[in-house]
């Protein structure tokens, strides 16, 4: 069993900037990768980065390339979204998860089998 625990979320304006933890914790694969969703009421599941924690290889979303960087920390199961430009429509509950082995383009949700409790990002003026 895989636990990730996020925090960093929270209400900023739009333009700002956020930086969102998931700290890893368990029975961790040797190596595995670790996804940032986010979920806006009456919207579906959407996959914004991933993080191959073997080698940092990451994967983006069209719409947060170049705003949105997701990192690891040194023990490399400490995972960072860091989130720039934040607009109103990105206003979400955002998740991380994981699952064994390397990361895959398509960020396709039902591939984690392990996800935290999630932690809200609110963007307003």
């Known amino acids: 069993q895989v636990y990730l625990a996020e925090s960093g979320g929270g209400s900023v304006q739009p333009g700002g900037s956020l930086r969102l933890s998931c700290a890893a914790s368990?029975?961790?694969?040797?190596?595995?990768?670790l996804g940032w969703f986010r979920q806006a009421p009456g919207k579906e599941r959407e996959g914004v980065a991933t993080i191959y924690q073997e080698d940092g290889r990451t994967y983006y979303v069209d719409s947060v390339k170049g705003r949105f960087t997701s990192a690891q920390d040194n023990d490399k199961n400490t995972f960072y979204l860091r989130m720039n430009s934040l607009k109103p429509e990105e206003t979400a509950m955002y998740y991380c998860?994981?699952?064994?082995?390397?990361?895959?383009?398509?960020?396709?949700?039902?591939?984690?089998?392990?996800w935290g409790q999630g932690t809200q990002v609110t963007v307003s003026s």
């Open positions: 368990g029975y961790l694969y040797a190596y595995y990768c």
């Open positions: 998860a994981a699952h064994s082995g390397s990361c895959f383009s398509d960020m396709a949700a039902d591939g984690f089998p392990f």
